[in-house]
């Protein structure tokens, strides 16, 4: 029986910690009380791996395949179509493995709780889907009627994915060497040629082990009957178990007694053939003191909050590398904390220079002190940080996930929720006298556990990892036995049986269209005029955080304008302003901002074809601080300099580092992207601005010496500035206190108008794009219509119902492929299907076109609802106040409004089986276009599908 162990009210969180602990189990609930309508639950399990096999990523997979009370294939996906569920997932730490999901519905929440509870205690683990998301062999017939091994299973290639990240690799690397024969230095998602050493009885016991209520803790938020989750859990999982006498804990890294050097090879990218990533990490404390956690952040704001920062310039601008490894960074969710600071693009044998730039730093911070205004502005973040209520995430997952470490690891419950009495300790400590710089000599300076680790680049590395892997399943293939392959025979029929098999849904709870609520509500605003701009005001619960934006024009926008827009817009926040210096203007922004941006934005006229640019300023402050932020934009789109050579230069070799690491991880994107070029005029203008047209561009920018041709980017940003009108046509302010009045609100005459982009034109070919990755991202894209279109919700639901229906056993189950899906896009008039981290490129494209046969044929009114519900869900999916605000302003800057958004909502729930078929017909049997990103390996079967080759 769970009993109430300890609360406490939270004021800046607005809910009270309840902790309960079962008396037989000593199994803690967390539960945070509030007034919140979303509901969450979380289970999570310490899961502590002993080896880089991945085994709990596995586990966490196949958990999810079926379970004793609900023996169907596939619960997990499925409760996702029958489910009003504004999240649903899976993850898998370095020391544990979570279960989350939320939902605003009460009987949605009773089914969801019911299914995880089953899927995670008491799941089936069998062997056929432990082969599908692991690994397995198959073995395939070749045209001389011979056989090949081949190695198969979705995590696998998930893995080869993730892994073909040089920052992970690097990542990897630092935890393997900081934490030598610790469970944080291996890889708990699982190394590729080591996922090929787990066992079906490894993952068995490991779930034996990990997954058991002594070695659980329950979290749930909201306003949920308490008395009835804990009956729920008593009932379902508590009674059919007996403590454990197991004790699964983290044990601290040993520290060293001298610091450490380490390295590991890597295949960099085409054209950086040198860059060595250099990593200097110090090993640390514990994490479970709240305090001690916020004061490394302290430390961290301090070092690196901005450009200024004495860490953060020192990398910047250093000649050793080219740009700062966006490792750089405190890590404080693992039990025991460590710091990394390093570059990219340092020559070989420049390691040593490395550590040297990155020591000297806190040696001169030691002896000649820190700034009183430095610690004062990153204080200010601190605080900003604890106020603001972020979006996208639900915000009672956000709460639950953040006190993870915290509660597993056995710390102070209540004390990791206090933030604010946490922030009071910090000051405290802070009046004593030197105590940060004692704290920086502490920590970096005599802390002898550091290490000093490198990624060295090899261009045969992936050859060599791919040989070793190609040899493994060689030498597999020449001991099989006939019985060993009448075995791999039976088990892929086997396999391909329980894939195609259908399970009766029915034995799933589920809700259903008739739950759903007939309408939704959107924030209200109030608009007036003032010196000719539009101006849009929301009153939300913005915890004292105050949000503003404001859209200005741009002057006969062209086509070409567009190149180099992005980097533009991300130049102009992060150079000086009149006479003042960048690193006045980064001091500046945070001592009154959390956040300074600026973007290109692009409207679309929903009555015609064309589009307009506009440049999108904002920011967020304290309400404090609300005057003195909206007169820093006004300031920097007014006066933001273009002549700090150096800075220009520093920062596009780090805004081109970053878009090529999102390659592998967001590849699905790109080739999407790039698909769209070819049907849309939205879409050629999103692949020359963030696609990876703009990236080439970008690179051609290039010197040989590594820097950039700051002289031409000047001239054409210097073009690009004189076409922004500084008057904003309209601004939008997300505050809690109510609108002050301004005398000028009587001038009704509208500032100049955004103007309509020339010259765009689409592009011609499909397109593969090669890069350094193990897997593929497969994209086709149709040509559909625009939000306003009767068939625009339809097309919608169909996405929706391609996914779930087809695409998801087809592309992830039987293909291996991580993820796939289909979807209806508004803004570039496209329907577009996708593949993310496929082993595939040839089979991926049948399959969509597999897909569409099946839709002409075989949608039943079960599938139908199931897309339905999906599409609604992610409709009416909360976010933070301000971000339903700004995001409500900016369906209405797109001429999306309340109303047009209601009834595409209303048309989504009154979508026929008859309209999904139809609109099939009219929109998927028509000419397509394809793009992948992919590599090296797969060109010749690139070439056989009429894709044009090209060098990312």
Not at 152 to 163: L, R, S
Not at 502 to 523: A, W
Not at 762 to 777: G, I, P, R, S
Request: aromatic residues 10%.
């Amino acid at each position: 029986m769970f009993k109430l162990s300890e609360k406490k009210y939270i004021p800046l969180s607005d809910v009270e910690i309840q902790c309960f602990e079962d008396d037989k189990f000593s199994t803690k609930h967390i539960h945070l009380a509030c007034d919140s309508n979303e509901k969450c639950f979380v289970v999570a399990f310490k899961t502590l791996p002993s080896d880089s096999t991945g085994v709990a990523h596995i586990l966490e997979h196949t958990v999810l395949c079926g379970s004793k009370k609900y023996p169907v294939r596939d619960p997990f996906f499925m409760m996702t179509r029958r489910s009003l569920s504004t999240f649903m997932n899976a993850f898998t730490a370095s020391d544990f493995t979570a279960y989350p999901f939320s939902t605003l519905n009460d009987k949605d929440f009773k089914n969801l709780l019911s299914v995880y509870l089953d899927a995670t205690f008491f799941p089936n683990l069998n062997q056929l889907d432990f082969m599908q998301e692991g690994h397995r062999f198959e073995l395939s017939k070749l045209k001389d009627g011979s056989e090949k091994l081949e190695l198969k299973g979705i995590v696998y290639n998930e893995m080869k994915g993730a892994m073909s990240s040089i920052s992970s690799q690097a990542d990897q690397g630092v935890n393997e060497f900081l934490f030598p024969n610790h469970t944080y230095g291996f890889n708990s998602g699982g190394e590729p040629e080591d996922i090929l050493n787990l066992t079906y009885d490894n993952l068995v016991e490991f779930h034996r082990k990990h997954y058991h209520p002594s070695n659980a803790v329950f979290f749930t938020y909201g306003d949920i009957d308490i008395n009835s989750i804990q009956d729920e859990i008593q009932s379902s999982v508590l009674s059919s178990f007996n403590p454990s006498l197991e004790k699964i804990e983290v044990k601290e890294s040993e520290y060293f007694k001298t610091p450490r050097y380490g390295s590991k090879s890597y295949k960099p990218l085409s054209g950086d053939e040198n860059n060595h990533h250099v990593l200097i990490s110090w090993l640390l404390g514990s994490s479970l003191d709240p305090v001690d956690k916020m004061e490394a952040k302290l430390i961290e704001s301090i070092l690196l909050e901005n450009s200024a920062s004495p860490l953060a310039k020192a990398l910047e601008v250093s000649k050793i590398g080219r740009v700062p490894s966006d490792l750089t960074s405190f890590d404080t969710y693992k039990k025991q904390m460590f710091f990394v600071a390093g570059l990219e693009g340092v020559a070989k044998n420049k390691e040593k220079e490395v550590e040297d730039l990155v020591i000297n730093v806190f040696k001169t911070l030691v002896k000649e002190g820190i700034p009183k205004s430095i610690v004062d502005a990153s204080l200010h973040q601190i605080e900003i940080k604890l106020k603001k209520i972020s979006g996208g995430f639900p915000y009672g997952l956000q709460l639950l996930m953040g006190s993870m470490p915290y509660i597993l690891h056995d710390a102070d419950i209540i004390k990791s929720y206090d933030l604010e009495k946490s922030l009071n300790e910090l000051k405290k400590r802070l009046t004593k006298k030197n105590y940060l710089e004692n704290k920086l000599d502490e920590m970096f300076i005599k802390n002898s556990s550091r290490l000093t680790f490198q990624l060295i680049p090899d261009d045969q590395h992936d050859k060599k990892k791919l040989s070793k892997i190609n040899d493994y399943i060689s030498n597999k293939q020449e001991l099989l036995s006939k019985v060993d392959r009448e075995n791999i025979r039976k088990n892929s029929e086997l396999l391909e049986v329980r894939q195609s098999k259908k399970d009766d849904p029915n034995i799933l709870p589920k809700v259903t269209v008739n739950d759903v609520g007939k309408s939704k509500s959107y924030p209200k605003s109030k608009i007036y005029i003032s010196n000719g701009t539009k101006k849009n005001y929301y009153k939300a619960g913005t915890n004292g955080i105050d949000y503003y934006q404001a859209i200005h024009p741009i002057i006969k926008p062209t086509f070409d304008d567009l190149k180099y827009a992005t980097l533009f817009a991300d130049i102009m926040c992060e150079v000086g302003i009149k006479d003042k210096n960048y690193e006045d203007i980064q001091k500046l922004q945070s001592e009154i901002l959390g956040q300074i941006s600026s973007n290109f934005t692009i409207l679309r006229d929903v009555n015609n074809n064309s589009f307009k640019l506009g440049i999108k300023m904002g920011g967020y402050s304290l309400q404090s601080k609300t005057d003195e932020m909206k007169e820093l934009i006004n300031e920097t789109i007014q006066n933001f300099r273009l002549d700090e050579k150096d800075r220009i230069n520093e920062i596009t070799k780090m805004h081109i580092s970053g878009l090529e690491k999102s390659l592998t991880n967001a590849g699905h994107y790109f080739a999407m992207t790039s698909a769209d070029a070819q049907m849309s005029s939205l879409g050629v203008i999103s692949e020359v601005s963030g696609g990876i047209s703009y990236l080439k561009n970008l690179k051609s920018l290039r010197l040989p010496d590594g820097n950039t041709d700051v002289k031409k980017l000047i001239s054409i940003f210097q073009n690009l500035k004189n076409k922004i009108v500084i008057k904003p046509t309209s601004d939008v302010t997300v505050s809690s206190n109510d609108r002050k009045k301004v005398s000028s609100e009587s001038d009704k005459i509208l500032n100049q108008k955004l103007e309509d982009i020339t010259g765009i034109s689409l592009y011609k070919n499909d397109t593969a794009w090669l890069t350094e990755t193990d897997v593929n991202f497969c994209a086709q894209s149709f040509k559909s219509v625009g939000y306003k279109h009767p068939d625009a919700p339809v097309l919608t639901v169909l996405g929706a119902v391609l996914r779930n229906g087809f695409l998801h056993t087809a592309i992830r189950e039987k293909g291996g492929a991580y993820g796939s899906g289909a979807m209806q896009d508004m803004s570039t008039k496209t329907f577009k299907f996708f593949s993310y981290r496929d082993p595939n490129v040839a089979l991926t494209f049948e399959a969509f076109n597999e897909s569409i046969n099946w839709a002409l044929k075989s949608i039943t009114k079960d599938k139908l609802e199931e897309g339905i519900l999906n599409i609604i869900s992610s409709i009416d999916k909360p976010s933070s106040p301000a971000s339903e605000a700004l995001a409500d302003n900016n369906s209405n800057n797109n001429g999306y409004t309340q109303q047009m958004r209601k009834e595409f909502r209303r048309k989504v729930i009154e979508t026929t089986v008859e309209r999904l078929i139809e609109v099939a017909e009219t929109y998927l049997t028509i000419e397509s276009k394809k793009s992948v990103l992919s590599n090296k390996k797969f060109e010749n079967e690139l070439k056989s599908l009429n894709l044009e080759i090209k060098q990312v």
